[in-house]
C-alpha cells in the first residue's frame, strides 16, 4: 500500500510564503504523477500541480502558475509544493496524491489518482 504524509501547512498574511512536503513510502513508479489538489469549503476539489517521478517537467493550474513551483527528490521520495505570493483565495485544504497509472496525457482530473494524503490546512489571511 502507498502512503502519503502531508506537512507544512499553516496561517500566513497575504504576499507570503509556505512551502508543503508530501512524503511518499511504498511502491511508486516513475512514470506516474504525483500532483496536488486543493479544496476549499462548499468548493470541489480543484487540480494545482502536479510532476513525474521520472521528469522534472511541472504541470500548473492557471491560477497558480507563477507563484506556485512544484518538485521532488527522489531519494527522498517527497514532493514539494513551493506557494509564493499567496493570496486569500489560495485559503483550502491541501491534498497530495499519486495517478493511478501511467498517463501521457495533461488531464488532471481527480478521479485519475487513487492515493491521497490526509490533508493539510493553508490559511491565508488578507
Known amino acids: 500500500q502507498v502512503q502519503l504524509v502531508e506537512s507544512g501547512g499553516g496561517l500566513v498574511q497575504a504576499g507570503g510564503s509556505l512551502r508543503l512536503s508530501c512524503a511518499a513510502s511504498?511502491?511508486?513508479?516513475?512514470?506516474?504523477?504525483m500532483g496536488w489538489f486543493r479544496q476549499a469549503p462548499g468548493k470541489e476539489r480543484e487540480f494545482v500541480a502536479a510532476?513525474?517521478?521520472?521528469?522534472?517537467?511541472?504541470y500548473y493550474a492557471d491560477s497558480v502558475k507563477g507563484r506556485f513551483t512544484i518538485s521532488r527528490d527522489n531519494a527522498k521520495n517527497t514532493v514539494y509544493l513551493q506557494m509564493n505570493s499567496l493570496k486569500p483565495e489560495d485559503t483550502a485544504v491541501y491534498y497530495c496524491?499519486?495517478?493511478?497509472?501511467?498517463?501521457?496525457?495533461?488531464?488532471?482530473?481527480?478521479?485519475?489518482?487513487?492515493?491521497w494524503g490526509q490533508g493539510t490546512q493553508v490559511t491565508v489571511s488578507s
Open positions: 496524491a499519486k495517478s493511478k497509472r501511467y498517463y501521457s496525457g495533461s488531464d488532471f482530473s481527480a478521479n485519475r489518482f487513487d492515493y
Open positions: 511504498g511502491r511508486t513508479f516513475n512514470g506516474y504523477f
Open positions: 510532476i513525474r517521478w521520472s521528469a522534472s517537467i511541472g
